[in-house]
């Protein structure tokens, strides 16, 4: 099964506009990734959240952490055009030394 | 720092061929990781190694598919007599040390069984 399930599976918004998308998952975590995915590119890292933070920030995007509601959210302030893009959240399920597991995304357009 | 490096971008099988995807981690980078994506689906782990080990094949299927990461070259990930079912992208990814700081992705390699 996934861990790691975004919504909403689709996000439209106009330029200048926030766009919230959210992330939930099932097991423990040491920490918690969002990457970006342009249409027919590889997946590019954004931010790493590790489990005993709260909140993190990187430019314009900011990360929230919840592990009593096991769930995240990535906040992209003031969008631009070339923000759309599919965004997933990604878990190591507890083990630092495997494999991530990813969401199936949420595909965010940002009309300029 | 070129990356992580995918190649072929695109390729093209007939049923029945095989197919030989190539990744060339990160310098510096000793752990490889294969994802397969469907269009509009997320990523589907198939196979974590490090160099000359497999440490975890739990996400491959049990035949057709092999995955090596010798002590020289690229990672190989490798799929016997294809079928339509495995068209799809696939990804390869690299860290220097496990997920504790994240994956470099490649571009992949869209494969079409044809």
């Known amino acids: 099964s996934q861990q790691g399930e975004e919504d909403p599976q689709a996000l439209s918004i106009q330029e200048g506009e926030n766009a919230t998308m959210n992330c939930s998952y099932k097991t423990s975590i040491n920490n918690l990734q969002w990457y970006r995915q342009n249409s027919g590119r590889g997946l590019v890292h954004l931010i790493l959240?590790?489990?005993?933070?709260r909140e993190k920030h990187s430019g314009r995007l900011r990360v929230t952490l919840d592990t009593s509601k096991k769930s995240s959210s990535l906040l992209i302030t003031a969008s631009r055009a070339a923000d759309t893009a599919s965004y997933f959240c990604a878990t190591d399920r507890g083990s630092t030394l495997g494999r991530l597991y990813f969401g199936r995304g949420t595909q965010l357009t940002v009309w300029p | 720092n070129a990356g992580v490096m995918q190649n072929p971008r695109h390729l093209v099988r007939r049923r029945g061929q095989e197919a030989r995807l190539r990744c060339s981690p990160m310098k510096g980078h000793s752990h490889v990781y294969w994802y397969r994506q469907l269009p509009e689906e997320g990523l589907k782990f198939m196979v974590y190694?490090?160099?000359?080990?497999?440490?975890?094949e739990s996400g491959m299927p049990k035949e057709r598919f092999s995955a090596e990461f010798p002590k020289e070259g690229p990672s190989i990930l490798r799929i016997q007599q294809v079928v339509r079912g495995d068209s799809a992208a696939y990804f390869c990814a690299s860290s220097p040390e496990g997920n504790l700081y994240g994956y470099t992705f490649g571009s992949g390699t869209r494969l079409t069984v044809v």
């Open positions: 959240i590790r489990s005993n933070e």
């Open positions: 190694l490090q160099k000359e080990n497999i440490i975890d």
